[in-house]
């Protein structure tokens, strides 16, 4: 590990994301079916600082032709370990899935959680990427074979909202 990786320590990971999005949002309508249909949303993400920085909490709310999204992300930075844990619900989820552990190295977060989808067990992988001032790009993919292959089911492009700096 470098120096300058060493001497990093995450907490501040996510504070480029602070303030307003506006969310463009393609879905994988039937992930690991070998189908190809794409849902197209558009929305808002809300991002709130907690704890000055060593947690935050998203807020998105995103419709299409194919109906609404609302979710939300409750990231929590782990200083022992100089990770963070992402733990998302859904309106119609009900529940918090369990937490993507991760961290950043050189502009990408890349978190890896053990889900369970439609009854086997798959890895989830999140990966926030192409961060700008103004933009930045998320990621979700799935595995079904320990990570050797992924099947990409959602990318979210957000764009700050004018005059909303973070």
């Known amino acids: 590990m470098s120096h300058a990786a ?27 079916s070998g189908s190809t249909e794409w849902a197209e949303y558009r929305g808002t993400s809300e991002v ?12 998105l709310d995103v419709e299409g032709p ?7 992300s409750l990231r929590l930075y782990d200083p022992a370990s100089r990770q963070w844990s992402l733990h998302s619900a859904s309106v119609r989820g009900g529940g918090i899935s369990p937490p993507g552990v991760g961290s950043f190295v050189d502009g990408r977060g890349e978190f890896v959680s053990q889900e369970s989808f439609d009854g086997r067990p798959i ?4 990966v926030i990427s192409d961060i700008t001032a103004t933009s930045c790009r998320f990621e ?11 099947e990409v089911n959602w990318i979210a492009i957000d764009t700050r909202r004018s005059g909303a700096l973070g």
């Open 123 to 126: 890895l989830v992988r999140f």
């Open 66 to 72: 194919a109906g609404r999204i609302q979710a939300l």
């Open 6 to 32: 060493r001497d990093h320590d995450g907490q501040h990971d996510f504070d480029f994301e602070f303030g307003s999005w506006t969310t463009q949002l393609s879905r994988l309508v039937d992930p690991l």
């Open 48 to 59: 709130t600082p907690i704890w000055n920085g060593a947690a935050n909490l998203v807020v």
């Open 140 to 150: 979700q993919a799935f595995s079904i074979d320990d990570g050797a292959s992924w």
